[in-house]
């Protein structure tokens, strides 16, 4: 065979796998008769050579200090079951850092105070638990507890689908991670099979007031703590996106009017009224032969920020820290890309795929009233590494990542890391 014919067969095999990933997508339910189980999961070892928390009152960021460090960020056990031809039950069970969390409850006997039970760092939790109905190709219905899509690695948070050993900081900085809530929700698609949109909408329970951080924005607003959720002021969630063979764009809005409804305790900002916030998404993902390219950004803004901070600083004794100043908006954006070196050198070569990574993150980008935008929050870093794909759903990962604090006021903080992380199913009829 020439060349030419072997590079216009390669070519021919790769739209047609890229067909067949996106008609694998949109019907995720096709590919088993009963049930499937299956799950996710990472390892990371990391060497930094700086310390614990920027924020020690130094004037210069965080200390020079060799730190190794090592853990399983998560490992999730998932599966569906096809209780009829158009019902079928999903769940995934996460065991987040090998324990079994921190539980909070609120004693009314004791002045309404927050009381802490500290049992095992980490946290076991059921991140999704959902019945869908398959309506049509265009209108399904699920209701239960769902990952929302808001931005590209919720969307898309298996660890097979980032190049890095960890999640692209840039967005869990600011948003919750996997961002998992309660509600209904209506998805389907229009157009052909090469070509098409997809959406998903969403009500769920809101996030609440009293987790908004100063560090982390909205990352520890989502609701969990307790055994009921707060659903005084819903939140909506949409998703779009447009897909063809190698390529995917998207968009997210997601809008709660009043987090401040669904605080743990009943009237806590009653006295300001509504405090709306919302989140605006972009992102998109380009596979070609030779490389894989992704992009996003985020931005985010929660009104009357300036009240929130002056009543949450009054809180006392909560399961809440670091919070003021919260701002009164957020942005983040990254861009990655990778190389796949097998399709450029030769084809009997191991997968192998050097990236690269650029990320911008400020929780704090604006602020409102009195207070002061912390500069050791503005975040810009560049990682590069390699993955190698020992299986298609088995990747070894390795990466060397620099920080640059507060556009080069503070201290950079550097650090290699190394893991493995899978995605697969493990049975299914």
């Known amino acids: ?20 990933t996106a008609m694998a997508q949109d019907n995720a339910y096709d590919n088993f008769d009963r049930y499937r189980i299956g799950g996710y999961g990472e390892m990371v070892a990391a060497f930094k050579g700086y310390g614990i928390n920027r924020f020690s009152g130094s004037t210069e960021g965080n200390d020079y200090m060799r730190r190794n460090t090592i853990s399983i960020p998560r490992f999730v056990l998932a599966g569906d079951y096809r209780m009829a031809r158009r019902w079928v039950l999903g769940a995934e069970i996460e065991f987040e850092s090998g324990g079994t969390g921190i539980a909070y409850e609120i004693e009314n006997t004791e002045n309404g105070e927050w009381e802490t039970d500290v049992e095992k760092g980490g946290e076991v939790a059921i991140e999704q638990f959902h019945i ?5 190709r ?10 929302l899509p808001v931005g590209l690695t919720n969307a898309h948070h ?16 600011i948003l919750p991670s996997t961002w998992h809530e309660t509600g209904l929700s209506v998805f389907g698609r229009v157009g052909g099979q090469r070509s098409y949109v997809s959406y998903e ?6 996030l609440n007031a009293n987790g908004m951080s100063r560090n982390k924005w909205a990352n520890g607003a989502s609701q969990g703590l307790f055994e009921q959720d707060n659903f005084t002021s819903p939140a909506y969630t949409l998703r779009l996106d447009y897909n063809m063979p190698g390529l995917r764009i998207g968009a997210s809005a997601y809008y709660c009017a009043d ?12 006295q300001y009224g509504s405090i709306p916030l919302y989140v605006l998404t972009a992102d998109a993902q380009w596979r070609h032969r030779y490389f894989t390219a992704r992009a996003n950004i985020i931005y985010g803004q929660m009104d009357k920020s300036d009240r929130v901070n002056a009543r949450n600083n009054r809180l006392g004794k909560s399961p809440y820290s670091t919070q003021v100043p919260i701002a009164h908006t957020t942005l ?19 997968d192998i795929t050097p990236f690269c990574r650029y990320e911008h993150y400020d929780p704090q980008r604006s602020v409102e009233g009195s207070y002061t935008p912390d500069p050791r929050l503005k975040t810009d870093m560049w990682t590069a590494g390699i993955n190698w794909r020992a299986l298609p759903t088995l990747v070894v ?8 604090i507060g556009s080069g006021r503070y201290h950079r903080e550097n650090e290699l890391a190394v893991g493995v992380a899978f995605t697969d199913w493990f049975a299914k009829r």
């Open 138 to 147: 265009w209108l399904n219905v699920r209701v239960g507890h769902m990952v």
């Open 332 to 350: 983040s954006y990254g861009a990655e890309a990778g190389l796949n070196l097998r399709r450029i050198v030769r084809a009997d070569m191991p």
């Open 397 to 404: 990962k390795a990466d060397y990542t620099t920080r640059r």
């Open 132 to 136: 869908t109905y398959l309506g049509a």
């Open 259 to 270: 987090i401040g409804a669904n605080s743990d305790k009943p009237n806590m900002y009653a």
């Open 1 to 20: 065979m020439s060349n030419t014919a072997a590079h216009k067969l390669l070519a021919t095999l790769t739209l047609a796998a890229a067909t067949l």
């Open 158 to 173: 298996e660890p097979v689908n980032f190049f890095g050993t960890v999640r692209p900081e840039s967005e869990t900085a």
């Open 201 to 206: 909408a969403y009500v769920t329970a809101g």
